[in-house]
């Protein structure tokens, strides 16, 4: 047998039809802002728009695909008349229920880049933006710009983050900048702007008083009121602080969300002011992620928007809504075998099933308390998931935990595999060093073979055909044959230049490896390197169902046919060019995590001609048959298709799926490691296409 390692690609004996398609699936749980209107509450997000059902927790997306002009959007309200204003990135966008309008520069707003938008008594509506602020009166828009809102500095006009409605048709906001610390209190009379002193966020409360926050000094803040004169309301001084968000509820409470270190560790909690006293509310452990916004609705409920989620308060219990990607920084993935895609995004896990997304991070889901480095499946769907507490093993019904070692404080399995026994492979980084442990359904192995050759850290481990494990290290690549580890030396001495990244094993055997600067591919036999083109740090790799290779990198998405090279950014429709992970599905969608979400890219790439639809099994062998321990099965197809391979015993039990993926026309191959298994009599069913044959083997101790 020969086995090449060159691609053998059907697109280059026949023709094809293609049509590409993008969609970006973002998360909406990094809360930017916050509205109310009756029941729901509009949160503008780093996705788009969410509308949210207090009641029932149901929930509604709204992102550019339905109108709005940007999906960052940084401001909401709601007007009298039930419309709904959007702030975003790139002007302002007005939903009325059934249709959408955009206001931009064009139509005389300040600036496109807004920070906050309120509706004023009168109903007019005032935007601010990072270069000026707007009045919007129904019909025509009025604006101003730094240079028009004299006495003051030149460059008072910048980042009006904050706007409130005083006494007296009053218009009061927080902008520009002193130096690079002190924001200006602006108030308009209807006239004219003037300056009324230093403050970062405005809001005023029932009786039409004005309350700010302000920067004393060394990120110490203040809350204060305006009377004509300053007249500050201190609290808790002596602990360095800062207020980042301001509310008032209908008993004239003041609402903060405080940010303080008292020792290096960034802490946030909230506190409110009654008049005459101050307090706190205690954080719950799960309200994770920084706390951005809060708000207080008519029925006196404190909302809180923070980086992973929404949080209402009643006083005495928080509550969270949390719904899809959790977020957009996509670090690992899988796609199991009900072809199911399960995300990790800052530690917190979520799935997509083709038509919604779900994540395991709400209140009542086993995971919410183990934040997430690593994730892996195995042939019998289990998925498992590297914690700092241990391992989480979920079978499809149960979840449970499995502790790491007593013998070795300190692993956190930061890189995930399983092997064709059953057995689990981790590697983790304790001072420096980089370690390798496994697990094998009843207690864990330390591998403390000279701590992975002394290499400081491990990015990726590799489970090949014949059940060798390589893992990705600065020092180079690692490779464990069952007994011992090494230090891989390529032959000739044709080592890659940079540092292995990433590695994947595709369903024909072949290994890929990626490197700062090379793409390299090992077929049991032979290696080949390949330069890439301009593309650094391999950080994923996958081979579709058509034998295309595509590499995640910090690029963008690198296309690879076995002779040509195309790369992919964000301006042909990737969501974030940075990508971390490379998936294909059965129906060979392609899926890229993004630091900015994920792309699923499908394009549609069929055969027209010149192969037949189904592949015809030629011919398929075991050998050694008998064995102890390991047999290779052999087949041989006679035009490219689906192929599965799978091991079971006598009982019916699936034992093991050596294969599974689409192949080439020709001869290929996989190796059994029946390693941990019984003797007795196994049977091995190949399918390909519409065909199926079984043959028995025979394990002898």
């Known amino acids: 047998m020969h086995m090449r390692c060159v691609l053998l690609f059907i697109l280059l004996c026949s023709g094809i039809v293609s049509a590409e398609s993008w969609t970006s699936h973002v998360s909406h749980n990094s809360i930017q802002s916050i509205a109310f209107e009756g029941d729901y509450v509009w949160c503008g997000t780093t996705g788009g728009v969410i509308r949210w059902d207090k009641r029932n927790g149901v929930f509604l997306n709204y992102s550019k695909r339905d109108g709005l002009v940007s999906d960052d959007v940084r401001a909401v309200a709601v007007d009298s008349s039930g419309r709904k204003w959007f702030g975003t990135s790139a002007g302002v966008s007005v939903f009325d229920g059934a249709s959408w309008t955009t206001y931009n520069t064009g139509d005389r707003l300040a600036d496109d880049d807004v920070r906050s938008i309120e509706i004023a008594p009168d ?83 029932g009786a039409g008083n004005v309350w700010y926050t302000r920067y004393v000094g060394f990120t110490i803040d203040s809350l204060e009121r305006y009377s004509g004169s300053a007249c500050e309301y201190p609290g808790y001084t002596g602990t360095a602080r800062e207020y980042t968000d301001i509310s008032i509820d209908r008993n004239n409470t003041v609402w903060l969300i405080r940010r303080h270190a008292p020792v290096m560790n960034t802490i946030e909690d909230i506190v409110w002011y009654d008049g005459s006293s101050w307090g706190f509310v205690d954080r719950p452990g799960w309200l994770g992620g920084s706390m951005k916004t809060i708000r207080t609705d008519a029925e006196g409920v404190v909302w809180v928007g923070a980086d992973e989620g929404l949080f209402s308060f009643d006083g005495d219990k928080w509550k969270r809504f949390f719904q899809g990607l959790a977020h957009n920084q996509i670090s690992e993935g899988i796609i199991d075998r009900d072809n199911i895609l399960w995300a990790v995004s800052r530690g917190m896990a979520a799935t997509y099933d083709g038509v919604q997304w779900e994540s395991y991070a709400n209140e009542d889901d086993f995971l919410r308390d183990y934040p997430i480095a690593s994730i892996a499946v195995d042939d019998r769907n289990v998925k498992w998931f590297g914690t700092e507490a241990g391992i989480v093993r979920f079978d499809g019904r149960s979840w449970s935990l499995i502790p790491y070692s007593e013998e070795e404080p300190g692993m956190y399995a930061e890189t995930l595999a399983v092997d064709r026994s059953g057995t689990l492979w981790c590697t983790y980084t304790k001072e420096w060093r980089a370690y390798i442990a496994s697990y094998d359904g009843s207690e864990w192995l330390l591998h403390s073979n000279e701590n992975l050759l002394a290499a400081n850290w491990a990015r990726d481990i590799v489970v090949d055909r014949e059940d060798r494990k390589w893992v990705c290290t600065n020092k180079g690549l690692a490779q464990y044959d069952g007994h011992e580890w090494t230090l891989y030396e390529f032959p000739d001495g044709n080592t890659p230049s940079g540092i292995p990244y990433s590695g994947y094993c595709d369903p024909q055997g072949t290994l890929w490896f990626g490197y700062s600067s090379h793409l390299c591919c090992f077929d049991g036999e032979t290696w080949q390197m390949y330069r890439l083109p301009g593309t ?166």
């Open 123 to 205: 109903s007019r509506v005032w935007v601010g933006s990072a270069f000026g602020i707007s009045m919007f009166d129904g019909e025509t828009w009025q604006a101003w710009t730094e240079g028009q809102m004299s006495p003051g500095p030149s460059r008072s006009l910048r980042d009006v983050s904050s706007i409130a409605f005083g006494t007296n048709g009053a218009v009061w906001c927080t902008a520009g900048y002193y130096d690079s610390q002190i924001q200006v209190l602006w108030r308009f009379d209807g006239v004219s702007w003037q300056p009324e002193g230093v403050a970062k966020t405005v809001r005023t409360d």
């Open 536 to 701: 650094e740090s391999i950080r994923s790799i996958a081979r579709d169902r058509n034998g295309i290779l595509w590499l995640g990198s910090l690029d963008g998405v690198t296309r690879f046919n076995g002779q040509s090279w195309q790369i992919l950014t964000p301006a042909d429709g990737l969501v974030n060019g940075t990508v971390n992970l490379v998936l294909v599905d059965e129906n060979n969608t392609k899926w890229f995590g993004t630091l900015g979400g994920f792309s699923e890219y499908q394009d549609n790439t069929t055969v027209v001609s010149g192969e037949k639809d189904q592949p015809e099994l030629l011919s398929f062998i075991t050998y050694p048959n008998p064995f102890n321990p390991s047999t290779t099965l052999s087949f041989m197809l006679s035009a490219p298709g689906e192929v599965s391979l799978r091991v079971y015993d006598v009982t019916g039990r699936k034992v093991t799926e050596l294969v599974r993926g689409f192949f080439s026309a020709g001869e290929h191959s996989a190796v059994w490691n029946a390693k941990g298994c019984a003797s007795g009599v196994y049977f091995a069913v190949l399918k390909a296409g519409e065909q199926t044959e079984t043959r028995k083997m025979l394990l002898v101790r």
